[in-house]
């Protein structure tokens, strides 16, 4: 069978017909048409390692995630391969067979390997499982294709494409699960879960990502296991939950992970805006909202955000969870949330943080939250050309996050109310775009900067300095440019009023 032509064959299940008829069967058909293309590209390398493993005398097959996405008509940027040799083996052949090898997951049976511009990992059969505890999956090795396969995360990873027969090995129907869109396990899913809680975490992302409905039983699984993640290691929870939100739908892996009670473990903020609705629904659900506001931020992403953008879809979801620790139901009937941006911004920093994203991101995020409400009153007052200096200089290069994030904050029923909005902010837009035409708005400084300001005042470096700056800063901020003559007797008589500027007890 190694002299196989590099085609790929006909499925040997019956389950996929050659006449097809119904439309499961017509989709699994159209499935295969995309798999053959898809593949087509690194056939040839594909043949050529499986000739390599079997001339050794052991198995390979590429799985999982690379023949998914074939048969949904994807290029895999990743190539990940499983066999019977053990890494000893792997290694040995990986490195006359390529260009480079590594082997930082040996410890999970994992090498890896490059052969001119084609990263490859090869991983040996294996089973992953959880002690109660403890965060580190334990690695068992395993003989066959078939066991390996029982013991994936979804039944539509669970696909194989055997090498070099190019014999196509799918024991749990994960074809069919793919064309159906239904997202299984190949055991039980209570089985599959306790063997590794983050799978839950992909039952959501796949979710998002692929738009699978998640089956019944998944579901029940999830629910009564969601305290299981808990032994998962927050930076494995982080990278799940970063792919969810990069998704094509994170709105629908969003709402498993919260109707589960998967958020409660990993983000607790989130089911926390599902405020209970006083019966005079004086607020609007903050929940609903928040997952509204993600979904308009994600139509809004191209241009000078393109999509997808983890900063402005964290900004989105995360806006309001300030809002269940300051509200207050007022006299009258009304209901405040006053500097909720403000907690919020602490709370995004905390959260982020215990999820270990790095520092750029927190701070990125929690300065959006900070930032979000800064537009409204805008409409109800002409702002001056300093509210506009001060609006574009506070967010720095996160500016064009902020028109976005602000323009999806507007979840109004009201036609016209919505219009006024964003006829506002139009109008701010275009401000900023005239200024910056007469301004450096990016890069605002003052006047003078530190050497000019110590050499004015005969000083040398310290904390008066950075004063004196901050207070041409400013003046710069609410009158434009000032030319170095007036900033000179502005800050004359700035430092006048200063008490080091003062003559000492003997009159120095």
Not at 191 to 196: A, G, L, M, T, V
């Amino acid at each position: 069978m190694a002299g196989l032509d590099p085609v790929l064959p006909d499925p040997p299940s019956p389950t996929v017909p050659t006449d097809p008829t119904t439309a499961l069967e017509r989709a699994m058909e159209e499935a295969r048409t995309r798999a053959i293309t898809a593949l087509e590209p690194v056939m040839p390398l594909l043949v050529d390692l499986g000739r390599v493993f079997a001339g050794a005398g052991f198995e390979l097959s590429l799985v999982g995630g690379p023949v998914r996405d074939a048969f949904l008509g994807r290029r895999s940027a990743d190539l990940d391969f499983t066999t019977d040799a053990r890494p000893d083996d792997t290694v040995r052949l990986l490195k006359a067979w390529g260009d480079a090898h590594w082997e930082v997951g040996r410890d999970f049976g994992t090498i890896g390997a490059r052969k001119k511009d084609v990263v490859v990992e090869v991983t040996t059969y294996r089973s992953e499982s959880y002690d109660p505890d403890s965060r580190k999956p334990e690695v068992a090795y395993g003989d066959d294709l078939v066991g390996d396969l029982s013991r994936r995360d979804f039944t539509v990873n669970a696909m194989a494409l055997r090498l070099p027969s190019l014999d196509f090995a799918d024991p749990h129907d994960g074809l069919t699960d793919l064309a159906a869109g239904v997202l299984r396990t190949p055991g039980t899913a209570e089985r599959s879960f306790s063997d590794d809680p983050l799978r839950m975490m992909r039952a959501a992302r796949f979710a998002a990502q692929l738009r699978m409905r998640v089956a019944p039983d998944v579901v029940a699984a999830m629910t009564a296991m969601a305290a299981r993640i808990a032994i998962v290691s927050a930076e494995r929870v982080r990278v799940e939950l970063e792919k969810t939100l990069l998704a094509a739908d994170p709105v629908a892996g969003l709402r498993l992970l919260v109707d589960t009670g998967l958020a409660e473990h990993v983000l607790p903020e989130l089911p926390a805006l599902q405020l209970e609705i006083d019966e005079h629904h004086r607020h609007k659900d903050v929940y609903e909202h928040s997952l509204t506001v993600l979904q308009q931020a994600i139509d809004l992403e191209g241009g000078d955000v393109p999509g997808p953008d983890l900063l402005l879809r964290l900004s989105a979801l995360l806006h309001d969870i300030g809002k269940p620790r300051t509200r207050r139901f007022e006299e009258g009937g009304g209901v405040s949330f006053h500097h909720h941006e403000v907690v919020g911004a602490k709370l995004v920093a905390k959260r982020l943080k215990a999820l270990r994203f790095d520092n750029d991101t927190i701070k990125a995020v929690a300065r959006l939250t900070e930032l979000h409400l800064r537009f409204h009153g805008y409409g109800d007052g002409e702002w001056t050309d300093s509210a506009v200096r001060r609006y574009v200089t506070d967010a720095g290069p996160l500016l064009p996050r902020l028109h976005k994030l602000t323009r999806s904050d507007c979840t109004t029923r009201n036609a016209r109310k919505a219009k006024r909005l964003a006829d506002a902010y139009d109008d701010l837009e275009a401000r900023i775009a005239r200024l910056r035409e007469q301004e450096e708005l990016d890069s605002i400084r003052p006047d003078l900067d530190g050497t000019q300001i110590m050499a004015l005042l005969g000083i040398g470096p310290s904390r008066v300095v950075g004063r004196a700056y901050q207070f041409l800063l400013g003046l710069r901020m609410d009158r434009g440019p000032l030319g170095a003559e007036v900033a000179e007797r502005e800050l004359r008589a700035w430092w006048a009023q200063q008490p080091e500027a003062a003559p000492d007890a003997d009159g120095a």
